[in-house]
């Protein structure tokens, strides 16, 4: 039995963040599915009114770290999502860029803290993407992420991304210790754009989500914790140019200042399409999706986990 410890669940909103607030008692391991009867949850310090319930919050938390996996890739990391499995092979979902080019080697450290040696599973279908497969050889039984659908979700509907920042410094608290346990950030924001094609490498989904480096390859999540996206460009990046569509053309000026201030992700779509017998059997009904995706998370939200 792993000690009670004190984990403070920043969640980032579509201004910054999530506030810094619930502090949650948890008295078992934080990868194992939680019994919010464990729980302890006290108001937000900096957020008198919070505009959903940490319930919700602790749910989606939980199923987002159920599904990602810490990538080692060279000196640095990402994160991926567990995508398929094969008897004992697990796949991996995650971003070309976080492998860092050519012979690496690789390994997962998964959920329950255990560290395997991946592969790269190349396939052609995924060359012009920001898209990659790995994968690694566990008898363990680790969930798979649930598929849902991005391409009819309007703007403002509510978005949850995850993953392992590369700066963990600012997640330390007084006592020097990791508030997020692991490092792992879980953010909620908005879909602020949803543009008509692609822009190079397979990106076309703007939210308002904060994401850092060491994020790409994470979740995009909707409300029913379904993964909508692969996390991959942070908004307003240092240096590239990124913003250019996928035949060569760059968007309208008007466009481009929107562009720039959203995070982007790949559709969860376009790798289904690429890729159409990966990840089948993990598609749930469109009748999970709740019918006004826009409205604030409330406390009769009715969430289960794969």
């Not at 008692?25 to 990868?31: E, G, M, P, S």
């Not at 996206?229 to 760059?250: E, M, S």
């Not at 990840?279 to 999970?288: D, L, V």
Request: aromatic share 8%; net charge negative; proline share 8%.
């Amino acid at each position: 039995m792993v000690k009670a410890s004190l984990i403070q669940l920043a969640v980032v909103l579509s201004s910054g963040a999530i506030a810094a607030g619930s502090t949650i008692t948890i008295a078992q391991n934080l990868y194992q599915p939680l019994n919010p009867s464990l729980y302890e949850i006290w108001p937000a310090l900096l957020e008198p009114e919070p505009i959903w319930p940490e319930v919700d919050a602790l749910h989606l938390y939980e199923e987002a770290r159920r599904i990602s996996v810490r990538v080692l890739s060279g000196s640095g990391w990402g994160t991926g999502i567990l995508l398929a499995r094969d008897g004992e092979t697990y796949v991996i979902l995650t971003n070309r860029h976080v492998l860092n080019g050519e012979d690496i080697e690789y390994e997962i450290e998964t959920p329950n803290g255990q560290i395997y040696p991946a592969r790269d599973r190349r396939e052609p279908a995924l060359e012009a993407h920001d898209l990659a497969l790995l994968e690694f050889e566990s008898p363990d039984d680790y969930p798979l992420a649930q598929i849902g659908e991005s391409v009819n979700l309007p703007q403002g509907t509510v978005t949850f991304a995850a993953g392992f920042p590369l700066e963990q410094e600012e997640r330390v608290d007084s006592s020097g210790s990791d508030i997020f346990n692991d490092g792992f950030k879980f953010t909620q924001g908005e879909i602020s754009l949803q543009l008509d094609r692609p822009l190079e490498e397979g990106y076309q989904l703007g939210y308002t989500n904060a994401i850092e480096k060491g994020m790409s390859g994470g979740p995009v999540l909707n409300r029913a914790g379904e993964v909508i996206a692969i996390n991959g460009i942070h908004a307003d990046p240092l240096w590239g140019d990124p913003y250019v569509y996928d035949d060569g053309t760059r968007p309208e000026e008007g466009l481009q200042s929107l562009i720039e201030a959203s995070s982007w992700a790949i559709p969860i779509e376009t790798v289904l399409q690429l890729l159409p017998t990966l990840a089948r059997g993990n598609r749930e009904p469109s009748s999970r999706v709740e019918q006004n995706l826009t409205q604030p998370v409330s406390p009769q939200s009715s969430l289960s986990s794969p």
